[in-house]
């Protein structure tokens, strides 16, 4: 399973971005996949999941409502659009998937997903 996302990079504050996180070699049903971020010095959390079951979404309080998470099965492509960017969303965003269905309920958990991307860059001045 390889997961790889782009679509990072630098933004004024107010701007927008569309982070895509393209899987292969990955099949899923009912399974969680989100997109996770660390910013320096912090630990990683959370930002946003989806059950790819019943399309239920998660969001981190402080990203509610500016950012909306979504996948495509025809592309193999799991998205985060983020809009009204703010400096406190500087960090790297990472997309990860579970290896088994039905663990959105613990979202915010690392532990949840098995599969990881490397991570890509947003920074917001």
């Known amino acids: 399973v390889q997961l790889v996302e782009s679509g990072g990079g630098s933004v004024q504050a107010g701007g927008s971005l569309r982070l895509s996180c393209a899987f292969s070699g990955y099949t899923y049903s009912g399974h969680c996949m989100g997109w996770f971020r660390q910013a320096p010095g912090k630990e990683r959390e959370g930002v946003a999941a989806?059950?790819?079951?019943?399309?239920?979404?998660y969001y981190l309080n402080s990203v509610e409502g500016r950012f909306t998470i979504s996948h495509d099965n025809a592309k193999n492509t799991l998205y985060l659009q983020m809009n009204s960017l703010k400096p406190e969303d500087t960090a790297i965003y990472y997309c990860a998937a579970a290896a088994v269905p039905g663990q959105c309920n613990v979202w915010t958990r690392e532990l949840t997903y098995k599969y990881w991307g490397p991570g890509t860059q947003v920074t917001v001045s």
């Open positions: 989806i059950d790819t079951g019943d399309g239920s979404t």
